[in-house]
């Protein structure tokens, strides 16, 4: 089946050293995702990418950084984590693709990975 | 821009009783309405959506929603909730015919079915 992949489920990692988390996805969509999303609040847009566009939120801290190298991949990288980026971090996907002329904005998420910082 | 307001952080209701999960959205251009479920520790799982044509939109696991223009409204409704329905539900919303708009999401609501 088709389908967003994120690994690790779990990753813990100490104060201020650098962590990567890991999506791919099989559904050959061109925009990718990655939320952040503390206990009881709903998901946060860091950044996406259109294509190979990288399109940055404006309050996403510069500690955060993503790669793309190909279409299936994508990867969210934090360079010094703090205690403050312990999270669930959510990858999506969708295609912009045009249906009767409307475009369709349906995004499929993974299943996240759940980062401690110690 | 966009916002969602999800009007009750939690709803505590009894099994097979019937729900209603309040979404209220503003926005000064047309939009497309979804709710998601997320079930503890998982990713979010599209329910319904609504893009165009019938208001009253049918999705996954028996839910149902309305869209409401002149009260920017898309209520989640279920006649008869299950224990496997506990979860977070959020709605969200993006700008209509702008493919790669983020979604904006609401708080959530949690819904605990009571057995």
């Known amino acids: 089946d088709a389908m967003v992949i994120q690994n690790p489920r779990y990753q813990v990692t100490q104060f201020g050293k650098p962590v990567t988390l890991s999506c791919s996805q099989t559904l050959n969509h061109n925009v990718m995702y990655w939320y952040q999303q503390k206990s009881s609040q709903a998901p946060k847009l860091l950044f996406h990418?259109?294509?190979?566009?990288?399109?940055n939120e404006a309050d996403t801290p510069d500690n955060f950084q993503s790669r793309r190298p190909n279409t299936s991949f994508c990867f969210l990288d934090i360079r010094s984590p703090g205690l403050g980026d312990a999270a669930m971090y959510l990858c999506a996907t969708s295609r912009d693709e045009r249906a009767g002329g409307q475009i369709r904005n349906e995004q499929f998420f993974g299943p996240g990975t759940r980062l401690t910082v110690l | 821009a966009q916002s969602v307001t999800q009007l009750d952080s939690q709803v505590p209701v009894f099994e097979e009783a019937p729900v209603e999960l309040r979404c209220n959205y503003s926005s000064s251009v047309s939009v497309y309405l979804f709710w998601y479920v997320q079930y503890p520790n998982q990713g979010l799982q599209l329910l319904l959506k609504y893009l165009s044509g019938s208001t009253l939109v049918k999705g996954i696991n028996g839910f149902e929603a309305e869209f409401n223009k002149s009260q920017t409204s898309f209520h989640l409704r279920k006649p008869s909730v299950h224990i496997s329905d506990t979860a977070e539900y959020f709605c969200?919303?993006?700008?209509?015919?702008?493919?790669?708009?983020?979604?904006?999401f609401g708080k959530g609501t949690r819904l605990s079915v009571i057995a």
């Open positions: 969200a919303v993006t700008r209509r015919n702008s493919g790669n708009t983020p979604l904006v």
């Open positions: 990418y259109y294509d190979k566009d990288f399109n």
